[in-house]
T-cell receptor
């Protein structure tokens, strides 16, 4: 069975500081990996995805993530955080069998002025 | 291009009643997915419909059911509502499957409250 762990429930960073959100997954084959962002009361917006190829993927809003098979990780990074980045971030793994996404518990990001 | 839409935005029911939630996918998308986001339980996969058929089901009791219509819109029905069914229900749509590199696009959700 596939699973996703986001070890950090809450993270607070200062505006302009760099950000890294951790994601570890468990899946037998090559995973499909995603990062989504959810603002309060809203649905999920896709930030970026990894299916194959280059292990460093670029997303929207200046985010990037790196797939590291040896560490079973897919950490999300941003060099300079903006106040508008405050939201909840979800890492997810998918498979092509049941098409379901399995989500981590989420990391709530707060941005200090 | 319109995104995934869901109705109603909010729904309040009492225990034992039935709830019906609706979802319209992005135009051209044939797959619709339902997820439950309950407090303390995170986001959990409920159902996947494609071309009118149920293709996969998460670990939920049979009182959670749904269907997909010929125009690819979908309904989620929850019978015999229980207090723990209170959650945000998210619908997503995609072009066919993940294997083709297709991501899921999410709607804004329906907030179901069971009193």
């Amino acid at each position: 069975a596939q699973s996703v762990t986001q070890p950090d429930i809450h993270i607070t960073v200062s505006e302009g500081a760099s950000l890294e959100l951790r994601c570890n997954y468990s899946y037998g084959a090559t995973p499909y990996l995603f990062w989504y962002v959810q603002s309060p009361g809203q649905g999920l917006q896709l930030l970026l995805k990894y299916f194959s190829g280059d292990t460093l993927v670029q997303g929207i809003k200046g985010f990037e993530a790196e797939f590291k098979r040896s560490q079973s990780s897919f950490n999300l990074r941003k060099p300079s955080v903006h106040w508008s980045d405050a939201a909840e971030y979800f890492c997810a793994v998918g498979n092509n069998a049941g098409n379901m996404l399995t989500f981590g518990g989420g990391t709530r990001l707060m941005v200090k002025p | 291009e319109a995104g995934v839409t869901q109705s109603p935005t909010h729904l309040i029911k009492t225990r034992g009643q039935q709830a019906t939630l609706r979802c319209s996918p992005i135009s051209g998308h044939t797959s619709v997915y339902w997820y439950q986001q309950a407090l303390g339980l995170g986001l959990q996969f409920l159902l996947w419909y494609d071309e009118g058929e149920e293709r996969n089901r998460g670990n939920f009791p049979p009182r959670f059911s749904g269907r997909q219509f010929p125009n690819y819109s979908s309904e989620l029905n929850v019978n015999a509502l229980e207090l723990e069914d209170s959650a945000l229900y998210l619908c997503a749509s995609s072009l066919e499957g993940l294997a083709d590199g297709n991501e899921q696009f999410f709607g804004p959700g329906t907030r179901l409250t069971v009193l």
